[in-house]
């Protein structure tokens, strides 16, 4: 709905104090506006603290069937909430490792993601092939998962039958210029 719907429906006077109640909402958390679109808001039930930690994982071999989310995490890092445009449960970071994602992820690059197992075209994800963690493009053909990579000197390959999606990767912090 938009401001002046929102002054509509409640029956108030003003746009300005709809303004000023949805301002106030964010404050304590009841709202969440998306960086990424400034008219699209979150309702949380439970308000989120305007900082939080998510766990950071090393992308290394995790086993059959395993989760670089079954492990213990490596560190704790605090982020600002309002960075994310999900809520800060569903997240959690991992460590770059390798150049296959180069030029946008370099090695050491810090990437925030959010847990999710669905598959989703043309979308980069945390995933594990094979028992191997890694970031990737991923995309569908006829039921195949193909992985891709930014850097063009790495072919794209197909997943294997132990694939599984750990979550999308929704922002990257640069370690070096």
């Not at 308000?47 to 992308?59: D, I, Q, R």
């Not at 071999?61 to 059959?64: K, V």
């Given at each position: ?9 409640l ?8 303004a ?7 404050k304590?958390g009841y ?6 679109n ?8 439970d ?13 290394a071999?995790?086993?059959?069937n395993?989760?670089?989310?079954d ?8 982020i ?6 999900f809520?800060?449960?569903e ?5 770059a ?5 180069e030029?946008?992820?370099k090695e ?15 979308k ?10 890694l ?9 195949r998962y193909?992985l ?30």
């Open positions: 709905l938009t401001v002046r719907e929102l002054q509509e429906h029956g108030v006077s003003s746009t300005s104090i709809v000023h109640h949805i301002e106030q909402l964010e304590k709202l969440k506006r998306n960086p990424g400034p008219q699209d808001y979150q309702v949380l039930s308000p989120e603290k305007p900082v939080t930690y998510l766990n950071l994982y090393g992308l071999q995790c086993g059959p395993g989760s670089i989310l492990g213990t995490p490596i560190d704790r890092l605090a600002s909430t309002k960075v994310l445009s809520p800060s449960a997240g959690f970071m991992v460590k490792r390798g150049d296959s994602m030029p946008a992820i050491d690059d810090l990437i925030i993601a959010r847990k999710t197992a669905e598959i989703r075209d043309g980069v994800v945390v995933c594990v092939n094979d028992g191997q963690a970031v990737k493009i991923l995309h569908i053909d006829n039921g193909i891709h990579s930014f850097n063009t000197e790495h072919n794209p390959f197909i997943a294997s039958t132990d694939f599984r999606v750990e979550g999308e990767v929704m922002g990257v912090i640069k370690q070096s210029i």
